[in-house]
């Protein structure tokens, strides 16, 4: 993400935000435990979810701009010592000792160059049983907008920070070795079309 796309993003995602993303921010961060890891933390849109009880996150973000105001959210939160920052790839993740116990990922699989590859880096970074709390946009399953989603994409990627409006992240999650716990398909609310189709839930690392 460049300069330009990080200062837009938040105001772009505002009213989205507002209608429903923020919602489902809550219900699902509610469910992080232990040692957690969110990859592409983007501007830090679900720090305020994270439950009291959880007394360390390390957030990534590898584009300097958005990082910049991760750093900014993060030093305006009650208990901000329980995050740490780094600029690592997705692809880079390490496991922590024994392995993390959450990876948190959202919006972030339209991004990646392989996504399939960051899914793996994901899974190798996670205990045995460990928890994918996942959000994301994905290629729509009617016909009409799966084409309008094809057209468009070439140009998207380019103005939109790499970001693919035709990935299945749902079933790559499943092919990489998760179990699905929990997925719901829903449309993000006041956005264009073609970003509207989503999922999001808990898969645990087989
Ligand atoms: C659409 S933003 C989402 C930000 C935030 N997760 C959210 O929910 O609002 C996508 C983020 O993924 C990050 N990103 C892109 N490729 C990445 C990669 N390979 N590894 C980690 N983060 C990546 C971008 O820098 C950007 O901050």
Redesign the pocket.
Same mark, same amino acid.
């Given at each position: +993400?460049n300069w330009f796309s990080s200062k837009l993003?938040d105001p772009i +995602?505002r009213h989205c935000e507002e209608a429903c993303l923020r919602d489902w921010r809550r219900e699902l961060l509610a469910q992080a435990e232990g040692t957690v890891v969110? =990859?592409?933390? %983007? !501007?830090g849109? *679900?720090l305020e979810f994270y439950p009291d009880d959880v007394d360390e996150v390390i957030l !990534?973000?590898?584009?300097p701009h +958005?990082r910049d105001q991760l750093l900014e959210r993060v030093a305006q939160q009650p208990n901000p010592d329980r995050f740490t920052v780094d600029e690592? &790839? =997705?692809?880079q993740l390490e496991p922590a000792d024994g392995g993390f116990d959450t990876v948190v +990922? !959202? &919006? =972030?699989l $339209?991004? =990646?160059?392989e996504p399939r590859e960051?899914l793996q880096a994901v899974c190798s970074a996670l205990k045995p049983e460990g928890k994918l709390i996942f &959000?994301e946009h994905v290629a729509s399953r009617r016909g009409g907008r799966h084409t309008a989603q094809r057209i468009v994409e070439p140009v998207w990627k380019v103005c939109a %920070? *790499? $970001?693919h409006l035709t990935r299945r992240s749902g079933e790559a999650i499943e092919e990489v070795g998760f179990e699905l716990k929990s997925m719901k398909r829903e449309e993000m609310k006041t956005l264009i079309p073609f970003i509207r189709p989503s999922v999001r839930g808990i898969a645990v690392k087989k």
């Open positions: +993400m993003y +995602m969110e =990859v592409g933390a %983007g !501007t849109a *679900n !990534t973000e590898p584009a +958005m690592r &790839l =997705v692809e +990922m !959202t &919006l =972030v $339209c991004s =990646v160059d960051a &959000l %920070g *790499n $970001c």
